[in-house]
């Protein structure tokens, strides 16, 4: 692991930028991000259901929703008594995390709702021990996962839409700090203390600047002073001028995917319900991506150089629903064959194919004369067209998890792979597939 011994970080964007990421989290390629706060008991809409209600121009159906299922006296803050996570079992969830195959895992703390899932002394009684589930959500994984593979993070909304001591900040033209100061980033310095955590993911920053949020002050500290100065990775989402500039790897907007190779580290921060990152309780099961889409999105991502993180919406009553057990789950069964091309790989020298569509290309770190070729559809008449191979420097090609021989031929400037019929019990995995190829 990259370590920062010795080196003393000052708080402005030139010195925390030029500090090393850590590592572990290029080699951990995915990550599990879990959205979970209040907005799961209405879960309607998205978790955004409390702006789109309150806001100055409200959003209709969230308006109706409203009017016809609760009194008129109800308040978002009446939705925190229904928040009971009563089926909470976070020996299931670290089950379900160490089974998908995931390296790090990113918790939510507090959502732009102000509602903490711990123990905050800076949100008396809007917080998860106070008042709804009545015990810290935070703690049990955090405790759970140390020691495992999986490293811990946590994501963090610095504002809040209703928070009187925001709103005044804001009205001011951000010329005050007393949210930052008494509520938004002390919560951050205390989230580090108590839970060490190896990933900060920061969000709900860009109406103001990273001035306002003190961010580089803040990035000083855990890069210099904190318990986790060693290990930590942070995102871009620090102010709305540092957004896809500063910080330490770059998720620029939800769902980033750029499509080419990029001058920084980047993570596409995904979901597998289209419309929300929160439950909802009216999902259909068109709204899901299909495991060959979320494989395809996880080839194109890690393919140019990104990290993907997939995100689960809990329940209000503390479970994953059913849909999103089952993608982690086969995510993991198809990591168990794949995993030795996605951890600890880099972009090849190209990363998708030139002839044939939907192929994805990866390089493992520890050994220079491998390639991994991904692809998604499984070829007519079992041969794979490989347009960027060389046949000229290649020395064998063997398809991963399989035992069965492959040859493969010149084409053109690259090669035809042929693969031997496989039946549905010898097939490796069921969806994508890799070709190792060695080099001379």
């Not at 921060?269 to 259909?284: E, I, N, P, V, Y």
């Not at 993608?327 to 990363?351: C, D, M």
Request: aromatic share 18%; proline share 5%.
């Amino acid at each position: 692991m990259k370590t920062c011994l010795g080196v003393k970080y000052e708080p402005n964007w030139n010195s925390v930028d030029s500090r090393p990421l850590p590592a572990w989290y290029d080699d951990a390629k995915i990550g599990m991000f879990i959205n979970w706060g209040v907005y799961s008991v209405p879960s309607y809409y998205s978790e955004w259901f409390w702006y789109w209600w309150k806001t100055a121009k409200p959003n209709q159906g969230i308006v109706k929703f409203m009017e016809q299922y609760y009194p008129p006296t109800f308040t978002y803050a009446d939705f925190a008594a229904e928040f009971k996570a009563e089926f909470y079992d976070p020996l299931k969830w670290v089950d379900i995390i160490e089974k998908s195959g995931v390296k790090y895992v990113v918790l939510s703390t507090k959502h732009h709702e102000g509602f903490t899932m711990y123990p905050s002394k800076y949100s008396f009684n809007w917080n998860s021990v106070d008042v709804g589930p009545k015990k810290d959500l935070i703690k049990y994984i955090y405790a759970l996962l140390a020691g495992s593979d999986v490293h811990f993070g946590i994501y963090h909304s610095l504002f809040e839409w209703f928070n009187p001591l925001y709103l005044q900040d804001k009205a001011n033209n951000y010329t005050t700090q007393r949210f930052v100061k008494e509520k938004g980033m002390a919560e951050l310095y205390e989230i580090v203390d108590m839970y060490r955590p190896d990933v900060i993911w920061s969000d709900g920053d860009w109406e103001a600047l990273s001035s306002y949020w003190n961010a580089t002050h803040f990035l000083a500290w855990l890069y210099n002073d904190s318990p986790v100065k060693d290990s930590v990775v942070v995102n871009d989402r620090w102010g709305s001028d540092a957004t896809c500039k500063h910080g330490g790897f770059l998720t620029c907007q939800d769902k980033f995917n750029p499509g080419k190779l990029q001058k920084r580290k980047w993570e596409n921060a995904m979901t597998l319900d289209r419309k929300s990152w929160g439950f909802r309780r009216d999902a259909s099961f068109d709204d899901f991506l299909s495991m060959e889409e979320l494989i395809e999105t996880l080839l194109k991502t890690i393919s140019y150089g990104g990290n993907i993180l997939i995100n689960v919406g809990p329940t209000s009553y503390g479970t994953f629903p059913p849909i999103y057990e089952e993608r982690f789950r086969q995510l993991g069964s198809w990591l168990k064959v794949n995993g030795e091309g996605i951890y600890a790989t880099q972009p090849w020298v190209h990363q998708n194919d030139t002839v044939t569509p939907k192929v994805w290309y990866t390089a493992p770190k520890a050994d220079k004369k491998a390639a991994y070729a991904f692809f998604v559809d499984w070829p007519d008449n079992n041969e794979l067209v490989l347009g960027a191979v060389s046949g000229s420097s290649l020395s064998g090609v063997a398809l991963v998890g399989s035992n069965k021989t492959l040859t493969w031929e010149t084409s053109g400037s690259g090669i035809k792979v042929t693969i031997p019929p496989h039946n549905i019990k010898e097939m490796p995995c069921l969806w994508a597939w890799a070709v190792k190829l060695t080099f001379k």
